[in-house]
């Protein structure tokens, strides 16, 4: 039986997080907490939220239909502390696009070469295979610069889009997501691409040999600090996990086996919910998130807690209380009313006056908006950060209070990035809260596990490099 804590117990601890809202004019005041009510969860509906997770879960992992994808990485173990070598890593999927080149010995990082290189918006959103042809450039460069262009080396890719994996290098995109929209890769396997587009550039020999998501390559990185790691979690731009499922459990599997235990499985917890499954959370705020947005009708769940769209939540929320002449005398500045103007960054700097009880963040963050504003203004606009954000942060544990429960280990780790985690002030406080509340039974940790995108991929690389080892050894 699957542990349910009291819908009561989960609504006094999300209760006890909303700091009241008291403003000079009552009138107002009870006006804003009337819109805003739609946005703050009940324990009921947590729960609700938590059952679908854990069904769709069960379903993904069963390969029947189901908004998550439950994708096999192919990725059985984690790194085992003999892996030594030099290893390619190429990140592209968050802000940055990144390579670089890590030696390892004995799972220790001793050396790290990193060179950012910036994907103009034409490249993003024009013809995949002069994206593809970029990325190769980009890695000629590196090598070159690094002094290892006369080697043959391996490499891993941290392709952190939702992709159907067939093997540890073989990833099909499903669907672009962020800020990606390049024509003609969906459907294809972008190993496939990327080498086809190192070989167009010749020069340099990169193998290829292992493809991983940035949640995969948080788990890898979180297992090199703390052998308990059994999560990896994104809480950035994009927002997913992944988790080590017992082999036994997973249907989908196209590569050949080799006795596995234990396998990654790759959530991709940020379609969870498209198709009207959790239309009873859904506000008209959300609505205009999701028109405005780059992929509208898909990636329901990301829209209510990555960084990519937090802020434009808030902003809407601004602009549809401006238009009730709740704040700013019914007056909105331009940059206010531009999509994506106000940042989740901003969130985060807001939240610094919640915590601390000061305004002076608030007032620098409004500032920059060019409004009329004034202390109760302010108040509002803590308030509407505090909301959207706790909502983000429950939604966030409930579904890794039940990966956890799923897990059902005697202590799990759960390795985090990204830049909503880092820079939040409060994420990590409600996330220990209501995780523990919603699955009581099981210990945990949230460790921060930072890089495992980049040096994720390195590491991928290793573990594919030792694998690929053995099982030639055992074939002969
Ligand atoms: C998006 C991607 C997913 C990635 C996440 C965090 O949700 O689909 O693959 O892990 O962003 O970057």
């Known amino acids: 039986m699957r542990f349910r804590p009291e819908p009561s117990a989960v609504d006094l601890a999300i ?55 439950m994708e096999n990485t192919y990725i059985p173990e984690l ?35 990193v060179m950012q290189y910036h994907i103009s918006d034409d490249l993003r959103l024009g013809e995949g295979e002069v994206l593809f042809d970029y990325l190769a450039d980009c890695l000629y460069d590196f090598v070159h610069k690094c002094g290892v262009a006369s080697r043959r ?4 890719f941290t392709f952190s889009f939702p992709m159907h994996q067939r093997s540890l290098n073989c990833g099909v995109l499903i669907k672009w997501t962020k800020s990606f929209a390049a024509t003609n890769v969906e459907g294809q396997d972008v190993v496939k691409m990327l080498g086809e587009a190192i070989k167009r550039k010749g020069g340099i020999d990169v193998d290829i040999i292992a493809i991983l998501n940035d949640t995969t390559g948080t788990l890898l990185q979180g297992c090199r600090l703390d052998h308990e790691c059994g999560i ?10 992944c988790y ?31 198709g009207g499954l959790l239309d009873f959370i859904r506000t008209d705020f959300d609505k205009q998130v999701d028109t405005n947005s780059l992929f509208a009708n898909s990636f329901t769940f990301e829209k209510y807690i990555s960084g990519k769209y937090l802020g434009e939540l808030v902003r809407l929320i601004l602009v549809n209380l401006a238009n009730h002449r709740l704040i700013f005398n019914g007056i909105l500045s331009k940059k ?16 610094k ?18 409004l009329d504003y004034n202390e109760d203004d302010i108040q509002v606009v803590k308030y509407v950060c505090e ?31 990204g830049s909503l985690y880092k820079h939040h002030p409060r994420f990590k406080h409600w996330m220990l809260k209501f995780v523990e509340i919603l699955a009581p039974r099981h210990k945990f940790q949230l460790m921060l596990a930072e890089d495992g995108s980049g040096k994720g991929a390195g590491l991928a690389a290793a573990v594919a490099q030792r694998l690929r080892d053995s099982y030639c050894h055992n074939s002969k």
């Open 15 to 69: 209760e006890e997080e909303h700091a009241p809202l008291a403003l000079s004019n009552s009138q107002t005041e009870e006006k804003v907490k009337e819109l805003l009510k739609c946005l703050r969860l009940t324990g009921e509906n947590v729960l609700r939220v938590g059952d679908i997770f854990s069904q769709e879960m069960e379903n993904g992992i069963n390969d029947q239909p189901s908004t998550l994808l």
């Open 79 to 113: 790194l085992n502390g003999t892996e030594t070598g030099d290893f390619l890593a190429l990140d592209l999927g968050g802000t940055n696009f990144r390579i670089l080149l890590i030696s390892l010995q004995n799972e220790n990082v001793v050396r790290e070469e």
């Open 153 to 156: 080396l391996v490499m891993g």
């Open 232 to 241: 990896g979690l994104i809480l950035g731009t994009g927002s997913n996990a």
């Open 244 to 274: 080590m499922e017992r082999a036994e459990r997973v249907s989908h599997w196209e590569a050949e086996r080799h006795g596995e235990k234990e396998v990654i499985i790759d959530i991709e917890w940020g379609a969870f919910g498209d």
């Open 336 to 351: 206010m009313q531009q999509i994506d103007s106000f940042t989740t960054n901003y969130v985060s700097h807001v939240e």
């Open 353 to 370: 006056d919640n915590v601390d009880n000061t305004i002076c963040e608030t007032d620098t963050v409004l500032k920059g908006f060019n």
């Open 387 to 417: 909301v959207v954000s706790i909502r983000a942060a429950l939604l966030v544990s409930t579904c890794l209070a039940e990966v956890i429960k799923r897990m059902n280990r005697d202590s799990v780790t759960v390795a985090v990035d």
